[in-house]
């Protein structure tokens, strides 16, 4: 099957700080999406992204379909930003989900 | 916003038991599924349904496992004899009319194995 990988594994920030995850995928797919998984385990919807680039208050992300990979941008960091990021992407009746990265926001 | 409700949130057995894993979708989605994360782990696919019957399942997804719409509105997934392995938190999610579309997940069963 697919592989879906995430870079980095783990990521700790200062309050305020930015930063970019990464999602690299081995085949073409149909769509994309990020979601964060609170300290609660809920998975929150963040973007449906099969191509091109949005923003959402301080999140941004792009995808590039034709290069396998999709870019989560995450500025002015809070405490609430806490948690797990996924990447999954969708290859027909299922969608695939990357490993993941960690983040922890520190105030 | 509508929303995926999973019961129970919790859900605790002896191994060799069997468990009834109850999921509402959103109402007007006709594609469901079953994930499962392990505790600290990636979020794994089960299985898809679409238009009362499996559309896709993954090598998890064996005899033990099975899947129904006993009704418009529910979603299950049974564990038929739970073993220890089974212990994870299970999360249902729908979609809505291609299996591409935006995915909703529930909030989760954390099922535990004893």
Same mark, same amino acid.
């Given at each position: 099957?697919?592989?879906? %990988?995430?870079?980095?594994?783990?990521?700790?920030?200062?309050?305020?700080?930015?930063?970019?995850?990464?999602?690299?995928?081995?085949?073409?797919?149909?769509?994309?999406?990020?979601?964060?998984?609170?300290?609660?385990?809920?998975?929150?919807?963040?973007?449906?992204?099969?191509?091109?680039?949005?923003?959402?208050?301080?999140?941004? !992300?792009?995808?590039?379909?034709?290069?396998?990979?999709?870019?989560?941008?995450?500025?002015?960091?809070?405490?609430?930003?806490?948690?797990?990021?996924?990447?999954?992407?969708?290859?027909?009746?299922?969608?695939?989900?990357?490993?993941?990265?960690?983040?922890?926001?520190?105030? | 916003?509508?929303?995926?409700?999973?019961?129970?949130?919790?859900?605790?057995?002896?191994?060799?038991?069997?468990?009834?894993?109850?999921?509402?979708?959103?109402?007007?989605?006709?594609?469901?599924?079953?994930?499962?994360?392990?505790?600290?782990?990636?979020? %794994?696919?089960?299985?898809?349904?679409?238009?009362?019957?499996?559309? %896709?399942?993954?090598?998890?997804?064996?005899?033990?496992?099975?899947?129904?719409?006993?009704?418009?509105?529910?979603?299950?997934?049974?564990?038929?004899?739970?073993?220890?392995?089974?212990?994870?938190?299970?999360?249902? !999610?729908?979609?809505?009319?291609?299996?591409? %579309?935006?995915?909703?997940?529930?909030?989760?069963?954390?099922?535990?194995?004893?």
């Amino acid at each position: 099957g697919i592989q879906v %990988e995430q870079s980095p594994p783990d990521l700790i920030l200062q309050e305020g700080a930015n930063s970019t995850l990464r999602c690299n995928f081995s085949d073409s797919v149909n769509n994309l999406q990020w979601f964060h998984q609170n300290p609660w385990g809920q998975l929150i919807n963040l973007f449906y992204i099969p191509s091109g680039t949005k923003q959402n208050g301080r999140l941004s !992300a792009t995808t590039v379909a034709t290069e396998r990979y999709s870019l989560l941008y995450i500025s002015s960091s809070q405490t609430t930003d806490s948690g797990v990021y996924f990447c999954a992407v969708n290859t027909g009746n299922q969608f695939y989900f990357g490993t993941g990265t960690s983040l922890t926001v520190i105030p | 916003e509508p929303e995926v409700t999973q019961t129970p949130s919790h859900q605790v057995t002896q191994m060799g038991q069997e468990v009834i894993l109850r999921c509402v979708p959103i109402s007007n989605h006709l594609y469901f599924y079953w994930y499962r994360q392990i505790l600290g782990q990636k979020v %794994e696919f089960l299985v898809s349904f679409y238009n009362n019957e499996i559309s %896709e399942k993954s090598e998890i997804f064996d005899d033990q496992f099975s899947v129904e719409r006993p009704d418009g509105s529910n979603f299950t997934l049974k564990i038929r004899s739970t073993k220890l392995e089974d212990s994870a938190m299970y999360f249902c !999610a729908s979609n809505s009319d291609r299996a591409y %579309e935006k995915l909703f997940f529930g909030s989760g069963t954390q099922l535990s194995v004893l």
